[in-house]
């Protein structure tokens, strides 16, 4: 079992539409969750950054974390097409700062 | 702020030769640095943890003779991959963490695409 498992999509969604991307993780030690956005032969975009257990909200994203179900979700309010690209969610125990990454989620917004 | 920048942005060379990726940190210091390697419609893989001054400490499985890193300054990391081979063709991405800020998000480079024909 993977330490972070993040469904690959792709997933294709209409203009304007709340996009929902999760992840699940087994390791109880992490404390920091990130979300990557990369386009197409890109490195990675620091999208959202938050603490331990909580949401934060950043315009039209919103991330979320549960640790005690061990789940990080990120929204996106009103897709754009400009939105799509791959998603990676990231996490890490802090101190290590080693970043454990999901597979990445490819979105499509269609016009 | 926070940026990172990655040279060459892509580089095609013969089997055989050695080739180098500069990653620097533009706008801030940064104590550690780390290289990813990324094939097509895969994540990133830790490939090293880069540190100033000192040996850069490799994941297991990667070949510290093959994938030479250098970390002399506090805004310049290098990644040498020695005898290149078709096989080391790949997506190599460096990232940063300011100074300080250990335990904070790392900053991404653009990534050099590697091509050995």
């Known amino acids: 079992q993977k330490e972070v498992e993040q469904d690959p999509g792709p997933l294709s969604v209409p203009e304007g539409a709340i996009v929902s991307l999760n992840c699940t993780y087994s390791n109880s030690a992490f404390q920091y969750f990130m979300w990557y956005r990369q386009y197409s032969r890109k490195g990675p975009e620091l999208l959202m950054y938050t603490y331990s257990s909580g949401n934060k909200e950043d315009g039209r994203f919103t991330a979320q974390v549960d640790k005690s179900s061990k789940y990080i979700s990120l929204f996106i309010r009103d897709s754009q097409p400009s939105d799509s690209a791959t998603y990676l969610c990231?996490?890490?125990?802090?101190?290590?700062?080693?970043?454990?990454f999901g597979t990445g989620t490819r979105l499509q917004v269609t016009l | 702020g926070a940026v990172v920048s990655q040279h060459p942005s892509w580089v095609i060379c013969k089997s055989g030769t050695s080739v180098k990726i500069e990653c620097r940190s533009l706008?801030?210091?940064?104590?550690?640095m780390f290289w990813y390697r990324q094939f097509p419609k895969q994540s990133l893989m830790l490939m090293a943890t880069s540190n100033e001054g000192s040996k850069a400490t490799y994941e297991q499985g990667v070949e510290k003779d093959k994938f030479l890193i250098n970390h002399a300054s506090l805004t310049l990391s290098t990644l040498t991959v020695t005898s290149a081979h078709p096989e080391d063709s790949s997506f190599y991405i460096c990232?940063?963490?300011?100074?300080?800020?250990?335990?904070?998000?790392?900053?991404f480079g653009d990534g050099t695409r590697l091509s050995i024909l």
């Open positions: 706008d801030f210091q940064a104590t550690t």
């Open positions: 990231a996490m890490n125990a802090g101190t290590a700062s080693k970043l454990t």
């Open positions: 990232s940063a963490i300011p100074y300080g800020q250990e335990g904070q998000p790392q900053h």
